[in-house]
């Protein structure tokens, strides 16, 4: 079977997830991808400069798999000579309706963001099959289009909310958990204050100032703890991590984005614990990273975290917007106790299992196209 893999913005996790799923699928993957910079002109011009790229190739699909970032309506107009009788499924890594905008953003300030939201909307409408990372990510997305619409004057179509629900699939991000392993510490380190790790996007939707005020807490009452800053930043960093910097001062061992993947996998396995204050979170990829390396983790109780802590050890690393971080992480620091650890838990993530789920579905999608038997449903998990 061939798959033509769409994606307009190909970096990071995007970038991971497209190469992967083409190393570790039994199908033939091919890639058509535009650097992963300028996201929205991306949304914006993306589809018709890979329509053109599909167009020119010779590219004969069995099925096409675009991500949330491409306007698969222009796409797929713009290819409709080749494209009519293929099947399609629209994988969401993000969606511009729920997505916290920053108050800073001046498209956000001119009611611009939401030509955005309606290219994902559409996009879903036209796509044969609309796959979510995540359970939340799939019901907050969903759940979200009916006040969209009606913001609208007239003709809004209601019903076509149901009809993006009915084809609407949760199908969590595959990850290569497994090459964490080749970075494992052959010998545990020697002891030391414990390591409290940041490993997300400089951003504002990940709420940094919240976890540097549980660290100016702690640091302020003289409890013995070190920091490492890892993460990619884009465009124009939050202040909070300069003032950061300056005031956790010698705390800080480690800052900044690590170019190579074996010193970034290295703090991961070194790290202690891993508290989470994010505003925004549809999957949450480096946190899996982290969870897999076994650092103790504080997660809230909301977004996609749920998902990725087993019911029995909720209460111990989940916490309510309503707590207190800092009092949540002094215990963990004190106690320094395996509780949170859930690096089994999360392997279920990995393309070994998730590899297959992926392939038996695509199956079942060229299958029915066909009209050789119904679609397969996703179960996953369950």
């Known amino acids: 079977m061939r798959i033509t893999l769409l994606e307009p913005y190909c970096t990071g996790s ?8 083409a190393a570790h699928s039994r199908h033939e993957v091919e890639l058509l991808t535009l650097p992963g910079r300028n996201w929205k ?5 993306g589809a018709v400069t890979l329509a053109s ?4 190739g010779s590219c004969s699909p069995d099925l096409i798999l675009a991500t949330d970032m491409l306007d698969l309506t222009t796409f797929l107009a713009l290819t409709r000579r080749t494209s009519s009788r293929v099947p399609c499924a629209l994988y969401f890594h993000e969606n511009q309706l729920t997505y916290p905008w920053s108050p ?22 036209a796509a044969d099959a609309v796959l979510f990372n995540s359970a939340y990510h799939k019901e907050a997305f969903l759940g979200a289009l009916p006040g969209f619409l009606k913001q609208f004057p007239d003709a809004t179509e209601p019903a076509s909310v149901q009809q993006i629900a009915q084809k609407s699939r949760v199908l969590p991000l595959g990850m290569d958990l497994r090459k964490l392993d080749r970075h494992r510490p052959e010998f545990p380190p020697a002891p030391a204050a414990p390591l409290i790790l940041w490993n997300h996007r ?20 003289g409890l013995e703890f070190r920091v490492a800053l890892l993460g990619e930043s884009f465009g124009r960093v939050p202040a909070v991590f300069k003032q950061a910097r300056e005031r956790l001062g010698e705390r800080v061992v480690q800052w900044g984005f690590q170019e190579s993947f074996a010193d970034y996998a290295k703090w991961l396995w070194h790290a202690d614990i891993l508290p989470v204050t994010s505003r925004q979170e549809f999957f949450g990829a480096s946190v899996v990273q982290a969870l897999y390396c076994d650092c103790a983790a504080l997660l809230p109780d909301r977004l996609s975290y749920p998902e990725h802590v087993p019911a029995q050890a909720a209460g111990a690393v989940l916490y309510h917007d309503g707590e207190n971080l800092a009092d949540r992480l002094r215990d963990l620091i004190k106690e320094r106790s395996n509780t949170g650890r859930l690096g089994g838990f999360v392997r279920r993530y990995d393309w070994e299992q998730l590899g297959p789920v992926y392939d038996s579905f ?10 050789e038997v119904p679609p397969v449903p996703v179960s996953f998990f369950n």
Do not use: C, V
């Open 14 to 21: 995007h970038a991971a997830w497209a190469q992967e799923y």
């Open 41 to 45: 002109w991306r949304m914006h011009g």
């Open 53 to 56: 790229r599909f167009l020119a």
């Open 104 to 125: 800073d953003d001046p498209d956000k300030a001119q009611q611009r963001d939401q030509h955005y939201a309606f290219i994902n909307y559409t996009s879903a409408l």
């Open 202 to 221: 400089w951003e504002y939707d990940k709420a940094p100032e919240a976890f540097f005020e549980a660290l100016y807490q702690l640091s302020d009452e």
């Open 362 to 371: 695509f199956e079942g999608m060229a299958a029915a196209r066909q009209g």
